[in-house]
């Protein structure tokens, strides 16, 4: 591209390092080529460091979602799961179970059983389990509270369904409770853990809930605490001796 010199002769021109003749005036021709490769090096320079940035970035964000991706997430502190066993896959980390620490009690295996029973009619929603409501959400279990009592074997089955909220977005989990119950102690086990986002704005609701993955973003420690503190508002009711009355 060629540039006029100022001052100079009418058809003076620089085309690279070559200038017609018919310059009478202004700066030297090598001037305005130490000038010109000057300022191409500069220009040069910031789009290479540009680019470098850019790379930098990129290989920055490549790795933060590559260890995203790979490695398990934490548990907040104080959460009410940091007691409980959480099993996942290998895999993609999704979770199997939650399982509580046993709990010791003065009853016996079939008293256990029987006041969980009880307990989950006081602490567990059948109005989350047992119909779809405002959010169109399944029921779980078809719509049983409980699904097995067996005071002769140690078990109880039910179901629960908590609702949260995390980042400003509300959720619900799920899960299928078992208390495990022997002679003066028990624990409760949280298995297939699931979750669903229950608002998408303008989007189509989301109706159909999701295993949940130990992973960063996922918002699985705020849904897998809730869920453990219903399932230590069922052990605690368990726990608590009969009231005199």
């Known amino acids: ?21 018919g310059a009478t005036e202004g700066i030297s021709v090598q001037e305005e080529v130490k000038f010109e490769q000057a300022e191409a090096t500069t220009i040069l320079g910031r789009v290479m460091s540009t680019d470098k940035l850019m790379k930098s970035a990129a290989v920055i964000i ?26 996942t896959t290998d895999s993609n980390f999704k979770i199997v179970s939650l399982t509580s620490v046993p709990r010791d009690v003065n009853y016996s295996m079939e008293q256990i059983i029987s006041r969980a029973g009880a ?52 959720y619900s989990a799920q899960g299928k409770y ?4 022997k002679e003066r102690k028990f624990r ?3 298995a297939n853990p699931e979750m669903v986002q229950r608002s998408t704005g303008y989007l189509s609701p989301d109706t159909t809930f999701k295993p949940i993955h130990k992973i960063w973003g996922t918002h699985w420690s705020d849904a897998v605490s809730q869920l453990a503190d219903s399932a230590n508002k069922l052990a605690s009711c368990i726990e608590a001796p009969n009231s005199n009355w």
């Open 62 to 87: 490549s790795i933060a979602a590559s260890g995203c991706a790979t490695q398990p997430d934490k548990l907040d502190p104080g959460s009410p799961a940091e007691s409980y066993t959480i099993e």
């Open 188 to 190: 409760i086990v949280i």
């Open 119 to 170: 307990c989950v009619g006081r602490t567990f929603s059948f109005s989350q389990v047992g119909t779809a409501g405002a959010n169109r959400l399944a029921s779980i279990g078809g719509g049983q509270l409980i699904e097995l009592s067996d005071p002769t074997h140690g078990v109880l089955v039910a179901n629960n369904r908590v609702n949260f909220t995390s980042a400003m977005i509300p």
């Open 1 to 21: 591209m060629g540039h006029g010199l100022a001052g100079q002769g009418e058809g003076c021109y620089i085309y690279g390092a070559i200038c017609m003749e």
């Open 178 to 181: 078992t208390v495990e119950a």
